[in-house]
C-alpha cells in the first residue's frame, strides 16, 4: 500500500523523537488521550510513521511564542528534520484532504516551538486524479511563438488606476518595445474602474492588431481572479478575444479554486503567488515552495512565480534557485514541469546569474521598472534584456558585451551592474 | 466613495510612517520607482492611505529575518499600529480580490521585520455579493432541536482507521448518551478505507433510529472537503439520508471552495480551521482570526472554530475569547453571526469560565476525550458536561455542585478542576 512522505523541520524543547511520534498521531490515528476503537491492529494499518529523524542545531531560545519551555532552566531547544509517511488509505485520491494531513492541525501543537512543511511527495495514486499543466513550458512555447530562449515580459504599471484604454495604450507601447509576454498586476483583477470584460477587448484588439502587423502575438495574462462563476466568464471572454492565458492568485482563490479553473480553461494558466509571504517568510513556520508548488503542479498550473534573484523582498537567492529548480524537475511518476517565472526588481543585470543558477532555457523574465524606467526608453528596455541573455548564453561578462551594445550598456548604468 | 479599512501591525527598522506609506503604495496604485502613467489624478482616485499610525513598543532584535536593518549600530526595531484605506472601486464585489489586497505582496517587504494583518472591515457593497450564512445560530439550533442552551458535541475518534460500520456503532452510542452534535475529525473526508458514501449512509441509518425513538435529531457534521464535484455530491448524499450539517477544512478548499459550497448547501455548513496555526502562530506574521473569520462568515459558514480556553494548542485564552466574541457581533451592514465552535482539549472544567467570558448561550462545545474518558461512561461524560453548564448558568461554584451532582464530580476528578 502507497505511503505518502512529507519532510518538516521542527523545533522543540523537549525529546524531537517524542515530537516526531506526536506529529504522526495527531495526524493520523492516534491520539495521546487513548480512546476506545484505538486498536493495535488499526494504529498499524492507519497510523503515520516516523521515517528519518535527522538532529540539526540547538538554539537558546524558542523561534515561535507559546511553546511549552525546556524542563530544566537553562535547556535548549533542538531542530531537527522528520520526515513522515502517511498511509494512502487514509487520505484517498484528493489534494484538499492530503493538505489536511500534511499541513494541518500541527503548527498549532504546544511542544513545537517551530514547525514548517519543507516537502511533501504527491504519489501518481493522488495525482492521476487531476489535470496537470495542460500546457506547461512547450504549450507556452507554442502559443508565445518564442522556442530557444527565455521569455521575456512584463507587468502592466500602475498596478491599479489606468482604464482599460489607458491600459491597451500602454500594451500597444510594449507590444511595439518587442515583449513577449504581459501581464495584469495580481491587485488588478474585475473592478469598477477597470472592468475586465473593457479591458480584455481594449487591450487584445492592440494585442490582434500588432499579431496581424508582425506575426507576434504577444501572450497577455489577464488577471481573472474571482469567483467561479466569474472565472470561468473571465476566461471565456479571453478565449473569444484571441487571447492566449489567464492567471491567478492561487492563495486568494485556494486550490479549489485554482483545480476548478484549470479542469474549465483552455488556456496556460499563470499561477501567482501573491501573500507568500505568510507561508514562507519565518524559516520554522508554515510552508516551504517545493512543497507548495507541488500542490499546485498537480491542481495544474502552468506557470509558477518564483521570485528572483536579488529582489525587493525578503528571501534568499538560493530560496529563488531552489524553487526554480523545483518547477523544471518532473514529479516522479507524474512530471508536471511547469514554467518559472522571475519577477521582483529584475533587470538587464540578473539575467547571467538566473542562467548560471538554473542552466535552462526555460523561462518566464518579468521586469517592470526595468524596462519601462530604461534611459532610452522602453522598447532600449526589451533590447537590453535580450542583449544580456545573449552575453549570458555566450559567457561574455555583461561589462565586456555592454561596450558594443548601447541599450545594455543604458541599462547597466540605469540599474548598476 | 467607499474606501475599506485594514488594521495592521508592523515591525521595522526604520520610520514607521515611510514604511506604512510603502504597505499603501504596493498595495494600490503607487510604486517606490516612479512609472510613466502614475499621474497625481490617478493616485489621489486609486491610492490606498494611510489613516491612521499608533507607535507601540521598541524591540532589539527582528521578529523576522530577511529585513532592512537599523541605518545605526544599535538602533532599535519600532512595532506601531497601521490602518490603511483602500478604495472600494480597486477592488469590485470580489472576497478574493479583497484577500489579495489587503493580505497580499505585504509580507515579504523588507523594510519589515513584521506584519500581521489584524482586521479588516469588509463593507456590505462586497458582502452583498455573497450568500453570507443562510442558517447561522438560528438554523442550527432549530435543525438540532436545542433553544435555550449551548450544545455539546464530541469529535469521532479515532480520527482515521474506523470503518464506516464502526463509525455508525460510535455514533449510537454518542446518541444514546445524549450528545447534541458529532463532527467528523478534520482528517477523514472520503477515503478507501472510509468512503464517505458508505460512511454516510451507515450514521445516518442510527441517527435516523434514533430521531425516529426519542425524537432528537443529532446533528452530525460529516467532513465533505474535497474537489468542488466531490463536495457537492457529498453534500447531496447527507441531505438524502436526512442528514443536518456538511463540514468543510476551509484552508485546504479556500475561499472559492466555501463560497461554491455554501451556495450550493441546504445544509449548515460546520467551518474547520485546520492549519490556521500557520497564519496565527506568530505575533508579527500572517492574519488574526477576526481578519479571517470575517471572509468565512461573508463566504457563508455557519459554525466557526474558535479553540478552546486551556486548550492543548498554543492560542491564550485572551485570544480564543476575542475570536469568539468576533463571531458573535454583527458586521457593520452585513451581521453574519455565526456559531463559534470551542473544541481542544475541551471537558466540564472549562465550561463556567467560557460561559463568564463570552456571557452568551451561543456556542457549540465540542468535548472528545471529555466525554469518552469520563470513568463512568461516555453518557456521564455528556451529563457532566450539562452539570456543568446549569452551575455556570446558576453561578455555582463547579466543586460545590460536584457534591451533589456524581458525574460531574467524576469529570472533575478525571480531568482536574
Known sequence: MTRILAHYIIETAGDPAY????MAGEQSAGTFVKVPGET???LAAHGAR????????QVESPSLPGAKPPKTAGGKYQRARVTLSFPFANIGASLTTLFSTVAGNLFELNPF?????????????????????AFGIDGTRRLSGVLDRPLFGTIIKPSVGLTPDQTAELVATLCAAGLDFVKDDELQTDSPHSPLEARVKAVMRVVNEHAERTGKKVMVAFNITGDLDAMRRGHDLVLAQGGTCVMVNMLAVGLVGVIELRRHSQLPVHGHRAGWGMFSRHPLLGI???????????AGVDHLHVNGLGNKFCETDASVIAATRECLTPMPGVGAVVLPVFSSGQTARQIPDT?????SLDWLYLAGGGIMAHPQGAAAGVRALHQSWEAAKAGTPLVEY??????LAG????FGS
Open 411 to 414: 541599462a547597466l548604468e540605469r
Open 355 to 359: 542562467y548560471r543558477a538554473i542552466n
Open 50 to 57: 516516523v521515517e528519518g529523524l535527522t538532529l540539526l542545531e
Open 288 to 298: 516551504e515552495y517545493p512543497a507548495y508548488q507541488k500542490f499546485m503542479r498537480v
Open 19 to 22: 515530537a516526531a511520534e506526536l
Open 40 to 42: 493495535p491492529e488499526l
Open 113 to 133: 516551538s517551530g514547525l514548517k512543511l519543507l516537502d511533501v511527495e504527491i504519489p501518481p495514486e493522488i495525482a492521476s486524479a487531476y489535470p496537470l499543466p
Open 402 to 407: 555592454a561596450r558594443t551594445h548601447i541599450e
